[in-house]
DNA sequence: TTACTTATAGTATTTTTTACTTTAAGTTTT
DNA sequence: AAAACTTAAAGTAAAAAATACTATAAGTAA
C-alpha cells in the first residue's frame, strides 16, 4: 500500500498523503550529579536557528528510527556512553515552537553517573556543558518548558522509583545517598532516620569495603541490588521516599 | 525561512526538507465507571487498515492543531462533551506500527461520568462500546499495548492523584467512592478507615442532602473540591491512597 | 595520647495505620 | 406499630511506622 494511493482518507476527505508532513525530534535532558549539585547538560548550537544559544541536546528523527533509538544516539554522540537509563515524558507540539517548521518533539530524561565520561563536540554542538538546575542560562527553542517539566518529572519520579542510584557511582555511602536525596528534593533528612529507612527496604547490598582517603571514619559501601527491586515490586513493594 | 531553502540540515548532511514525512496521530482511552466496574469506550473502525475491528478513537493530526487540541476533538466527537479530563501518557513510535506509512502516535487517556453522555457514531466509526477493562476484545494496530500502558498509568495516578472523582458523578457517597477504587485498584478497603482517610485530607466538601431512593439508610452525599487539593498542595500535601 | 570527625547502633515518643466493635438511622416486613 | 433488616457513621484498642534524639564506636590528625 502506497501513500500516494490516496487509499486511505480521513473524516474531510483530505488525501491521507497530505497528512505526513510533520518533522519529529527527541530532545534529551542529561542529569548529573557532583559535590552535591544536581546538572544537566547543555550544549552551544553551532548552527541557526538558535545558533550561539544554549540549547536541550536533540536532533531530528529519520524514518528508520524509534524515538528511543532517536534519543539513544543523541546520549552516545554526546556522551559516548551506551545503555543510560533514559525515559520518555512527553511530547510538544505548540504549532509555532519551532521556527523553520511543524516539528514535534519528545522530551528524554536521562541519568548518568557525572564521573564516568567526557561530553563530546559534534556539528550540531559546539561545546556542551554542565550547568547547576538552579542556575540555567537563556534557553533556544521552548526548551526552558521542556527543561521545567523535566525536572519536575525527576523529582516525582525519584521519590516512587529508585532511579536515584543511576546518579551514583555503583558503590556509594549511606550519607552520600542522602546527600543526593537532599539535593533532588530540596530538603534535609535526618541521618540514623533516613539509614534505618533505606536498610528496611533491603535494596542496599552492603559491601566488604570501606571508604579510601578519607580523614576521618570511613563509612561502609553499598550497591544498589535492581534484582532484588524487581523482585519486591512484583510483591506488592512501593518504593517511597516520604 | 521556507524548507526547500535547504538551509537546515542535520548532522548528515541531509535536507532539512527530508525529515517532514511523518504523520502523526493522537489515540485516546476514554475511562468510564459503571456499576462497579472500569470501562473503556472503543470504536469499530469504518475504514481499512484494520476495518471492522475494534480499536481506540484516534485520528490524523493536521498542521494547524496542536496534540491536546486533536485529541480534544477526537474526544468531542465521540461523546459531545467538551473540556473532558485528559492527560497524555506516551509516544509510540514502532516504525512499522502503522501499515500505511510512518505515523507516530501519542495515547491520551481521559476519564468521564459514564452517565453523562451517549457516544456518538461517525465517519471513520460505526460503533462505539464500552467494554469492560478486564474484558477486552482483539485490537486494531498497536492498540492493545497502548491501552495496557493506559490502564497502568490510570492505576499509578489514581494513587497519587484525586482524579478519581472525574469518574463519579458531582455528588456521591463515601461507599461509591470507596467502590471506585476498589474496582481501580483490585483490593478492598476497610469501610470505617477508608472513610477516616478520605475525610482527614479535607478535600471532600459535606453536603445537606442525603440519598434517595434507597431501601436503607441513605448515606450523605460529598463533593470533591479542586480548589482544596489545589491549596494544599501547594502547601505540600501529597494524595496517596495507600 | 588527645582531640576531632563521622559512622552506626539504640531508645523513647509521637503519629499513623490497621482491625475490629458499637451505635445510629433509615427502610421493609409482618 | 413493632420487629427485622440494612447500611451509615462513630469509636476504640492494638500494632506499626515515623520522628527526634542520645550514645557509642572507629577511624584520622595534631
Chains 1, 2 share one sequence.
Request: net charge neutral; aromatic share 14%.
Amino acid at each position: 500500500m502506497r501513500l500516494d494511493e490516496k487509499f486511505y482518507l480521513s473524516e474531510n476527505n483530505v488525501p491521507f498523503k497530505e497528512f505526513f508532513n510533520f518533522g519529529m525530534s527527541v530532545d534529551c535532558i542529561l542529569f548529573g550529579y557532583k559535590n552535591g549539585e544536581v546538572r544537566v547538560l547543555l550544549i552551544e548550537r553551532g548552527a541557526d536557528p538558535f545558533k550561539h544559544f544554549w540549547a536541550l541536546p536533540g536532533d531530528l528523527v529519520t524514518a528508520d528510527l524509534t524515538l528511543e533509538d532517536a534519543a539513544s544516539n543523541v546520549l552516545y554522540r554526546l556522551t559516548g556512553l551506551e545503555n543510560i537509563f533514559m525515559e520518555q515524558f512527553h511530547a510538544f507540539s505548540e504549532v509555532q515552537r519551532h521556527p523553520v517548521g511543524r516539528v514535534i518533539t519528545i522530551g528524554y530524561y536521562a541519568l548518568v553517573r557525572s564521573e564516568n565520561h567526557k561530553p563530546v563536540a559534534s556539528a550540531w554542538a559546539t561545546e556542551s556543558k554542565w550547568f547547576n538546575i538552579n542556575k540555567l542560562p537563556e534557553l533556544a527553542f521552548d526548551h526552558k518548558e521542556i527543561l521545567d517539566l523535566a525536572i519536575g518529572t525527576l523529582k516525582r519520579k525519584v521519590r516512587n522509583e529508585p532511579i536515584g542510584f543511576e546518579l551514583l557511582p555503583p558503590k556509594f555511602t549511606l550519607l552520600e545517598l542522602q546527600k543526593l536525596y537532599e539535593a533532588l528534593l530540596g530538603y534535609k533528612f535526618d541521618k540514623p532516620n533516613f539509614r534505618k529507612k533505606l536498610l528496611s527496604m533491603n535494596l542496599l547490598v552492603p559491601l566488604d569495603e570501606v571508604q579510601s582517603n578519607v580523614s576521618h571514619r570511613p563509612a561502609k559501601l553499598f550497591k544498589f541490588d535492581p534484582d532484588r527491586y524487581k523482585t519486591l515490586k512484583e510483591e506488592g513493594f512501593h518504593f517511597d521516599l516520604q
